[in-house]
């Protein structure tokens, strides 16, 4: 492998979230001395997923099929639908196992700073599944920031008229967080997501 490649390698690698030029230096070596065993099959998986890999017309999930899996899957609860900033979120969620029904990604949250309008994200697809029926409840599962925040207003705003149910996911203390560890805004999203034990 000539410099050059090596070089190359190494400043596409820095690119990657979580990489700087030193971790990318480390992470090039390591895959170019074990050649046979990682990288020539890290290259050809790369290549395949280029090749393959498309974002789902339904709900913007990435998948080798369109509809996605997910969109795909009967034994899914068709009448709730999860929004979700990015797909990575979407991976977390079904990591953990515990939600059932469809998806749906916006592609970020609303920015004012940032210039995002409604616009440049997939909420016009999301009003038309909604107002096609069949969905009960939508769940807004975004970031507890700013922009998260309001992103979620005004989707709120926007499905009221469609007759659904509204929720979002609860803030607030993590299974296992000591309170002296805790952030005051978790603290207080904590307090104000309280709910009866009986």
Known sequence: MAQSEIDRLIQLLSKLPGLGPRSARRATLYLISRRESLLAPLGQAMADAAANVKTCGVCGNLDTTDPCAICGDNKRDASLLCVVEDVSDLWALERSAAFGGRYHVLGGTLSALDGIGPDELN???????????????????????????????YLSDRLLEAGVQITRLAHGVPVGGELDYLDDGTLSAALKSRRSMG
Do not use: K, P
């Not at 697809?125 to 975004?142: D, K, P, T």
């Open 123 to 153: 909420i016009e697809s999301l009003i038309s599944r909604v107002e096609a029926g069949g969905i009960s409840e939508v769940i807004l599962a975004l970031n507890a920031t700013v922009d998260g925040q309001t992103t979620a207003h």
